[in-house]
């Protein structure tokens, strides 16, 4: 058999070991090659003996309850990758359940082989991520886990949440369709069916959840990436802006040397400043960004950006200038 052939295969194999469900496209753009292939490679791994599991109704694939390798082998670097995330996540709150996050951690470390270890150890002691501010995940366990629960099995639930928008305590019924870490915190993204359009909710300002004995199906055509458009982080305004931001020489090379947002351009200027670009849905959350950088930023379009910073810097001179 062509070297090829048996890297595709392996290909094949880790795929559907994966742990998830997997169509027929989904295989073919993991394994990088057209479905007529992926049929034929399939039914070479059934007449090897490699068993897999193929679900009629959902048209997708998986493994048939056992693993069909044996664990791969962890090279010097991808141990230490594995280790350094698991303690960053961890200990900055993007792991809701850290006790079993710190755990697992652990018991990956004890079950390297000593050369591995030996070299981790020593390593992960002389390096840290250090991020920035984060929700507190201990309340928010058995939240969590309700979700989880809805999400496995497309239960809706009931809740009470706490609405900072609408300044009082809501009562809805929801049909979750992610749960999200997004800028500091756990997110659900759920239709809502007294309003009938899916929205964001903070995890941590529920008061109240509740399974409930109905079922629901999430819209074939959602995504997240969708849903989120061009927001600057998290939150999607209803128009989408050109926004154009030169930074001054103090700053722009701190700007420009992070990836801020997806459809960013930067650019310098002769005189060392940072023309800096994008397309976003909303101004709202970008504004905040840009006041701090305080004099260094100098907002050039859209206007309507303008005169929201414009207003804010207004107000913000009136407090600390005026007579009040």
Known sequence: MKTKRIERLLKLIQGLQSGRSHTVEDLAKH??????????????LARAGIRYAYDR?????????????????????????????????????????????????????????????????PLLK??????????????ILGTVSILQTALLNQDKIRAQYDSYYEGRVIDVVLHPYRLVYLHRGWYLIAFT???????????????????????????PTFTLDDYLGNAWLMIRGDKRYHVKVRFLKKVAANVDEIHWHKTQ????????????????????????????????????????????????????????????
Not at 87 to 105: F, L, N
Not at 126 to 139: F, L, Q
């Open 31 to 44: 394994v990088g090659v057209s479905r007529r292939t992926v049929f034929r490679d399939l039914e070479l």
């Open 126 to 139: 002389r390096m840290e991520i250090r991020s920035e501010p984060a929700s507190d995940t201990g309340s």
């Open 265 to 324: 351009h930067t650019t310098y200027e002769e005189d060392g400043s940072l023309i800096f670009e994008a397309d976003v849905d909303g101004i709202e959350e970008i504004s905040w960004w840009i006041l701090g950088y305080g004099d260094q930023a100098q907002v050039l379009e859209p206007p309507e950006l303008r005169s929201l910073l414009a207003e804010r810097v207004q107000s913000m001179y009136e407090y600390y200038c005026g007579d009040g």
């Open 57 to 121: 109704e959902t048209k997708r694939y998986s493994t048939a309850g056992t693993t069909l390798l044996p664990p791969v082998t962890l090279t010097h670097a991808e141990a230490m990758a594995l280790l350094l995330a698991a303690r960053h996540m961890t200990r900055r709150g993007m792991v809701p359940d850290e006790a079993a996050a710190a755990s697992a951690g652990l018991k990956l470390e004890s079950m390297l082989p000593p050369p591995i270890r030996d070299y981790c150890g």
């Open 193 to 219: 069916e007294c309003v009938s359009r899916i929205q964001t909710y903070k995890v941590e300002r529920f008061l109240c959840l509740r399974l409930l004995d109905a079922s629901y199906s999430i819209a």
